[in-house]
């Protein structure tokens, strides 16, 4: 830059490139409490310090760069000082000058120095306009982000077209600059949305958006397309809590993917009963003409003409917008015909229960608590110690809209009932009596206690869901012990490609032997491999916030926790047919919780059962550590990247080869097969993952002891 031009406003004392010449060499030594001490004393010695840290800057190059650097220190302790020097500012022509000078650096400054040069030189209280027609320029000469973040450092959005400024954001792939951008201007949210919305309109032409940037750098094309800007919008709908009536393109879509899929459920696959795919429907096509149309369109694909007139009748469908042949057998249907009626039989068939697992306890032992008085009798008998619980939740599934689930439904079995507690209405109750800390207190208690064994199958999903219901209960998981995920232990299960063969349908059955199911997974086919049996899951997408519940979804409910407690019990009674250890308790339990346990631990032979008892597992003798062996006794290969720690155990005396660094693991496996033949006992010390590339290759008893990566 040429300095002659601006050399009425350099400062007349000290001059400020000797200034950071010194600064420089302390930087260089490391001597930061020198160097800050320095920097004060430097500036306060600078005839006008403004002036001369705008000379230093325009006098180097480095301070572009990122990170913690010497500028950063500079600046950061320049503020300090000029905070306990509260005349050095300036004001005036002299401090426009050094506006106009110090805005033409900030397009190329690292973020951390931004604040600190705009507190400096006071650019909040810079002309308004003069802040705005720089923005302009950078923003024509391509240079979008820079744009867009100094207007957010200086608060220009209101003043510009949010369109305009963040439509080439996107283009490059920085949705998150746009997001920060709208982030304190609801206003600026709802154009931004309702401009995206507009985008995502199936007749819009989204390539009329990508032309006047021909020639753009940085564009991705892949990220620019109705699918992305679809899932931008339901986040930022999310994030800022807009009303999703603003988007009504992205939302009638996404009801189209939910209309299909219910469609995919109900016809194809034939895992969801009519009363359940009824429900959300009509939740999901509502009084919208357009989904009432598609609706029409589907159920003539899958159904008769009478089907289609009966459903049409039951979403209120206006007859005009019906086919003629559907029009005309709406006309036939009697006026006291109701769907849910019409395929009963088909929904819950009894000759299909034998093929699925079945609650062992009477329908009465199944408790639906919706007041506080039902709830405390049920946590009477759940906050004993030594009580085994199966915890489940339910909540209405969501199909990709907008906001994290809610738990409609908690679910908490014992040996001999079931509590299903509807979680919303009790939480109403408790705010209206003024006690809104009562029911989360109560599950805080259950999850928390170590005496008491909770079994759940992902239960880390279902404590998220918790948290999103209900705030007081957003540490729950970080508090919890005496916690048994049994989709951890499914992991832990030897099934092998041979399967051993359980009572009722065996996971070999074909898809005609299943009656046309689809084949298990998760819970459902946990349960068969273990208790004999699948899970009935035809309820799982229930609309779960409705009351009052069906009968089915009551049992469904229930069941889903009470498996939990006679998978637990079979495990414990036989865990080695199973693949598991006979140390069970450690195989199911693992690490409960990060804090240190108050409460005495469980045996390792022993697991609490539904009923409180305790079951045995098979007896084994205590371990013992191993006697020390002397170097001598034992040889050692290390990979490359632990010969130092090679070079230390030669000097003690233990037999050492050393791979060098263009050996393949494979070298190590060859070591070892040679050595173990003749007698050696052998360790690996590996890296990271190596040690698992030789247990690839090599069959021979070694041990292989890892370093962290």
């Known amino acids: 830059m040429n300095q002659d031009s601006n050399s009425s406003d350099q400062p007349t004392g000290q001059d400020p490139l000797v200034l950071l010449k010194t600064l420089r060499l302390l930087w260089t030594k490391q001597e930061l409490g020198k ?39 500079i600046t950061t302790e320049l503020q300090l000082w000029m905070k306990a020097h509260p005349a ?16 033409g650096m900030l397009s190329q400054c690292p973020a951390n120095l931004l604040d600190p040069l705009m507190s400096i030189y ?23 982000k820079e744009a867009a973040m100094l207007s957010i450092k200086l608060k220009l959005q209101p003043d510009q077209d949010v369109e305009k400024m963040c439509t080439p954001l996107l283009l490059q792939d920085k949705a998150n600059v746009v997001e920060e951008y709208v982030a304190e201007y609801p206003e600026l949210q709802r154009k931004l949305l309702h401009t995206l919305d507009t985008w995502c309109e199936p007749s819009f032409n989204i390539r009329d958006i990508i032309r006047p940037y021909q020639g753009l750098s940085n564009y991705k094309p892949d990220k620019f397309n109705r699918r992305v800007l679809s899932k931008l919008i339901f986040r930022l709908l999310e994030r800022f809590n807009v009303d999703s009536a603003l988007c009504p393109n992205v939302i009638n879509q996404r009801h189209l993917r939910t209309l299909n899929y219910l469609f995919y459920k109900r016809f194809v696959e034939k895992t969801m009963t009519e009363e359940n795919w009824a429900d959300h429907i009509q939740s999901t096509v509502g009084e919208n003409r357009w989904l009432q149309g598609h609706l029409v369109q589907s159920l003539l694909r899958h159904c008769d003409a009478r089907g289609a007139a009966r459903w049409a009748r039951h979403c209120q469908v206006p007859p005009e917008m019906l086919p003629h042949a559907v029009a005309e057998e709406l006309q036939k249907l009697h006026i006291q015909d109701r769907v849910g009626e019409v395929t009963k039989a088909d929904n819950y068939e009894a000759s299909k229960k034998k093929d699925y697992y079945q609650l062992p306890i009477p329908r009465e032992n199944i408790h639906f608590l919706q007041t506080w008085e039902e709830t405390l009798q049920c946590w009477e008998k759940v906050l004993q110690a ?26 908490l079995a014992l040996k001999d009932e079931v509590f299903l507690l509807d979680l919303p209405r009790l939480l109403e109750q408790a705010e209206a009596e003024g006690e809104k800390e009562k029911l989360p207190h109560f599950i805080q208690m259950l999850f928390s206690d170590a005496a008491i064994t909770k079994l759940g199958y992902g239960m880390s999903g279902d404590l998220s869901s918790l948290a999103a219901t209900c705030s007081a209960l957003k540490d729950t998981e970080k508090q919890m012990q005496g916690v048994v995920d049994l989709l951890a232990v499914d992991k832990q299960l030897q099934w092998g490609k041979d399967s051993r063969k359980v009572d009722g349908l065996s996971p070999e059955h074909s898809h005609e032997e299943r009656g046309g199911r689809q084949p298990e997974k998760g819970l459902s086919l946990l349960v068969q491999h273990v208790l004999g049996k699948p899970l ?43 693949g598991l250890g006979s140390d069970l308790t450690e195989s199911l339990v693992g690490k409960q919780s990060k804090k240190p346990r108050a409460k005495k631990q469980l045996n390792k032979q022993e697991a609490p059962s539904p009923s409180g008892q305790e079951l045995q597992g098979p007896s084994t003798e205590p371990s013992r550590p191993p006697a020390p062996i002397s170097p001598q006794e034992f040889s050692v290969v290390c990979d490359n990247m632990l010969q130092g720690l090679g070079r230390y155990l030669r000097c003690l005396g233990v037999d050492v080869r050393l791979l060098d660094n263009e050996d393949d693991h494979r070298k190590a496996a060859e070591i070892i097969g040679r050595r173990w033949k003749s007698g050696c006992s052998y360790f690996l010390y590996s890296f990271g993952k190596s040690g698992k590339a030789v247990g690839s290759f090599s069959h021979q008893p070694y041990r292989i002891i890892q370093q962290p990566e």
């Open 386 to 411: 030594g009580q085994v619980v199966g915890v489940d939740m339910e909540w209405k599934p969501s199909f990709g809209m907008v906001g994290k689930p809610r738990v409609a439904l908690l679910q």
């Open 122 to 144: 006071q650019l909040h209280t810079a002309d308004r306009n003069y802040l705005l027609e720089h923005v302009s320029h950078l923003y024509l000469q391509g240079n979008y």
């Open 536 to 578: 009935d899951k035809t309820e799982r997408l229930s609309n779960w916030e409705k009351r009052p519940l069906r009968e089915e979804q009551i049992l469904y409910a229930a069941s889903d926790a009470y498996c939990l407690l006679e998978i637990y019990e079979r495990l414990c009674k036989d865990p080695e047919s199973f």
């Open 35 to 73: 160097l800050k001490e320095e920097i004060r004393r430097g500036f306060a010695r600078l005839e006008d310090p403004l002036a001369g840290l705008l000379a230093m800057l325009e006098s180097s190059s480095d301070w572009k760069g990122k990170g913690h650097s010497l500028w950063y220190c």
């Open 88 to 103: 050095v500012p300036q004001s005036g022509t002299k401090l426009k000058k050094l506006q106009a000078r110090v805005l």
